[in-house]
T-cell receptor, first 114, second 115 residues
Framework: AQSVTQPDIHITVSEGASLELRCNYSYGATPYLFWYVQSPGQGLQLLLKYFSGDTLVQGIKGFEAEFKRSQSSFNLRKPSVHWSDAAEYFCAVGINQAGTALIFGKGTTLSVSS | KAGVTQTPRYLIKTRGQQVTLSCSPISGHRSVSWYQQTPGQGLQFLFEYFSETQRNKGNFPGRFSGRQFSNSRSEMNVSTLELGDSALYLC??????????????FGSGTQLSVL
């Protein structure tokens, strides 16, 4: 069965430090992978997506993610975190070809300290 | 361009009742999908509708149902409510015209409380 695991429930990073959020997936075929962010009062917003091609994907707000098939991972990274990045981050795998039906991980809450 | 609109924003029901939630997608979007978000289970996929047909379904009991109208607006119905149905219900829309190229636009959700 398809599943997504985000091993870290909560992460605290100092402002200006680098960030890596982990995501592991289980899916039989070539996966469609996504990272979404949920901020209070702003709803869920797509950060980036991977469908095929280059395994390093660039997204909005300076985020990037790398697809590693051998490790079944799709980790999210940002070189320098800003206080406004504090939010909940969700990794997801698409279970249909259109990428419109998603299985989400449980999420990682990011806190940013000054 | 207006975003995804969900109504009502908050809803309080009692066990055994039924409830209908509404979702108006972004103009031109043909796919509407529904998700349940709870603190314990996180975000779970309920179902997706495309051109008035249910295209994908998650692992929820038959008490959860939905439909989509010709204008792409969608409704979700939960019958015989249980306490565990208390959740934030999110709707997302997309153009859904390609393969694996879609971006979901989420609404703000309907917060359902079952007493």
């Amino acid at each position: 069965a398809q599943s997504v695991t985000q091993p870290d429930i909560h992460i605290t990073v100092s402002e200006g430090a680098s960030l890596e959020l982990r995501c592991n997936y289980s899916y039989g075929a070539t996966p469609y992978l996504f990272w979404y962010v949920q901020s209070p009062g702003q709803g869920l917003q797509l950060l980036l997506k991977y469908f095929s091609g280059d395994t390093l994907v660039q997204g909005i707000k300076g985020f990037e993610a790398e697809f590693k098939r051998s490790q079944s991972s799709f980790n999210l990274r940002k070189p320098s975190v800003h206080w406004s990045d504090a939010a909940e981050y969700f990794c997801a795998v698409g279970i249909n070809q259109a990428g419109t039906a998603l299985i989400f991980g449980k999420g990682t809450t990011l806190s940013v300290s000054s | 361009k207006a975003g995804v609109t969900q109504t009502p924003r908050y809803l309080i029901k009692t066990r055994g009742q039924q409830v209908t939630l509404s979702c108006s997608p972004i103009s031109g979007h043909r796919s509407v999908s529904w998700y349940q978000q709870t603190p314990g289970q996180g975000l779970q996929f309920l179902f997706e509708y495309f051109s008035e047909t249910q295209r994908n379904k998650g692992n929820f009991p038959g008490r959860f149902s939905g439909r989509q109208f010709s204008n792409s607006r969608s409704e979700m119905n939960v019958s015989t409510l249980e306490l565990g149905d208390s959740a934030l219900y999110l709707c997302a829309s997309s153009l859904a015209v390609g393969t694996g190229t879609e971006k979901l636009f989420f609404g703000s959700g309907t917060q359902l409380s079952v007493l």
